[in-house]
């Protein structure tokens, strides 16, 4: 009788994971977008501000000229907006500026209009400034060749935004990982089957696991359902890596008589089995390898396990392809919300596995409570009434009611 | 002189904006995906499973037949998967079943293989099980015409897949609002410029804006730079209601003399304002306004301004219109990444306002720390540096080093 391994902890899968490198980098033609991660420093071109600007509406003035008031200056001119810095002034000049103007020759500060009273041709300074008061002044926001983003930096929309600034269109980034998924199973018909015949069910992991993906900027490409018959899945794997760099098999990563997953993989001369077999609860039939320069996940064909396994191994591991540094202790904290919540009902873990427990999480008390829900892996319904999850070591004793846990929402 | 009003809290701006109700909803065609938030609610259509189906690989038999165990009983035959509950049994007989298969008629319960010996026509039970053991019975994981779902729920990858298995590809979910974008100003060129003379900046806030967007599942359309002359902007907007729910106009929404967005929504003879200048920083010139059916957002030019409101403002805005029931007071704790830090310089926040004070979190000691970012909001460099943002509500004094405050980390 075979069985699968049920020893191997999470951080060793994570560490056996990580030992595969980030994929190529290369100049990617943006159209900027979020989620990139930099391979390569990325500098400041040039000062930004180009000059100094006006950080308010008024009046461009040397500062010094303004010790002494109220004293009127004259006025010598206006600045109008998109245009370059134009004209000087001397001592005892201002000139009209709006909020982002570029200060004249000569100015150093601005005086704002509310601090101004203006008559025909001279502006009475009402209040005194200092030099670079209300002015943003040249390279105050990015200065040339300093590191605007450090390799590793992940793209946000505001660092978009800075790279566009500088009008930079090529970028040296880390590629994100192509993802493949196809289903294995006699039972499954595709989940647009109109009618189905009892003993048959549709398929749904695809379905999820491609739209948790997508929650995170990673896209997934499916390709249908392949029948429990070796030659059948190996022709499917050997397709499917074809075009991608990952490959998701979902169901068929037991021991079973119908289990192909492993042997289909074996079959491959080029071939490295990372592991087969979790200390985890659900998911414990998950197999990782690769074949040659690509990433095959055997992923339990149970809904639960499936999108379970997702989240704990295989986004991880999309994440370190396309370049961020994982510290698999915080990355579910600083990938997901969380919500303190205080169990309501005790919770009875695995104690030999991590146990990925999950909760229906409910306000009570002016608090998040939490109750365990206790259900069959197979059974999507323990999924679909929990608000999140949550990690519980193994060796932990039954956690008694009011006990204190960290959830992890469901994106 | 004209002023911007200060006084208006986020809290009163929010009830506001919440006024304005959900959008209405539509049978959306699916190509199932997330997000989506259910108009009705989505009942069961049918028992899943269908019937009693194995939940192990082994042996079906009759619970009450194994009580006697170890016991022989005879071997009648072989349930396939992907077939129809098939056959029965007797008392005394067994049928091999995989996991997955439906139990035939009789059979009430599944004996591991683990606990069984093979002989010719003949299976030894080595342990016995109790009625229902390692069988997940029909209905167990959706019972027909209980409510899968309430309306107002938000379809999470899990839930596609619950609905998915019913073959259910018509639903009645919210339409996600449809947002254009156009900025204002003339020293604003396309961030795709080559070159730029001084005076001129290119324009990025659509950039980050469209991407802040994306990155919580809505769709912005960008149509351009417009110039700072009241009849073109009053142009831009009426083309670009054509095509939108909610508009966000970047830039001109405070009082200066080039500043065209409030007179152009006053031009428009259905139009109500809802608010004009908040109390907050960055981002006190904004305006938020309905022109018919139309949602309108004057935004601040600056770019750190203008991601701050987008955050504070307009995100929990398209939520709403997108149907989630939206609590303002966890709204950011509900979407955003959170992190408890601990202030390693003062913060000095603006005591009359709400601020929203970015910060540069970094390791120390074992915990987080963090240093607030002090700038000005047309540096996007403050909210480049930034990992996140801090809520301080008014009337704060300085918050000492040492302070614990929750981070919002910047998706």
Chains 1, 2 share one sequence.
Do not use: C
Request: glycine share 8%; aromatic share 10%; hydrophobic share 40%.
């Amino acid at each position: 009788m075979k069985t699968i391994p049920d020893s191997l902890s999470p951080q060793e899968a994570w560490r056996r994971l990580s030992q595969l490198s980030h994929y190529e980098t290369i100049f990617h033609n943006v159209k900027l977008a979020n989620s990139y991660v930099l391979a390569e420093d990325q500098l400041v071109p040039e000062d930004v501000p180009a000059g100094h600007r006006a950080f308010m509406d008024g009046y461009a003035v040397r500062a010094n000229d303004t010790k002494s008031a109220p004293i009127d200056l004259q006025l010598s001119g206006e600045i109008a907006m998109g245009e370059s810095p134009q004209g000087s002034i001397q001592s005892g000049q201002a000139m009209r500026i709006p909020t982002g103007g570029f200060l004249p020759q000569g100015a150093d500060a601005v005086v704002m209009q509310e601090n101004t009273e203006r008559t025909q041709n001279q502006i009475r300074i009402l209040k005194g400034v200092n030099v670079w008061e209300n002015v943003q002044v040249r390279g105050e926001d990015f200065r040339k060749d300093e590191v605007l983003f450090a390799a590793g930096h992940t793209l946000r929309p505001q660092d978009l935004a800075a790279i566009a600034t500088f009008g930079i269109t090529q970028l040296k980034v880390f590629r994100k990982p192509a993802v493949h998924i196809f289903s294995t199973g006699n039972e499954l018909l595709p989940y647009t089957a109109n009618k189905i015949q009892t003993g048959m069910i549709r398929e749904t992991n695809s379905l999820s696991l491609a739209n948790a993906a997508s929650k995170f900027g990673f896209e997934v490409e499916v390709s249908g359902i392949f029948a429990d018959e070796f030659e059948v899945q190996r022709n499917a794997l050997d397709q499917a890596m074809k075009n991608a760099d990952v490959v998701l098999i979902s169901g068929g990563s037991s021991v079973g008589d119908r289990d192909y997953t492993l042997p289909v993989i074996e079959s491959f001369a080029d071939h490295k089995i990372y592991f087969h077999g979790l200390a985890i609860r659900p998911g414990n039939p998950t197999i990782f390898a690769t074949i040659g320069k690509y990433s095959i996940f055997g992923l339990p064909g149970q809904p639960v396990s499936s999108l379970v396994v997702f989240y704990q191994f295989v986004l991880p591991f999309l994440f370190h392809l396309a370049g961020e540094k994982i510290d698999y202790t915080t990355f579910h904290d600083s990938k997901f919300v969380t919500r303190n919540v205080r169990l309501a009902e005790p919770l009875r873990p695995l104690k030999t596995k991590t146990d990925y427990a999950r909760l229906r999480i409910f306000q009570r008390n002016d608090e998040w409570s939490a109750n365990p829900i206790i259900g069959k892996s197979a059974s999507l319904s323990t999924l679909v009434h929990a608000e999140g999850f949550a990690i519980i070591p193994p060796g932990e004793e039954e956690l008694p009611a009011g006990t204190l846990l960290k959830a992890y929402l469901f994106p």
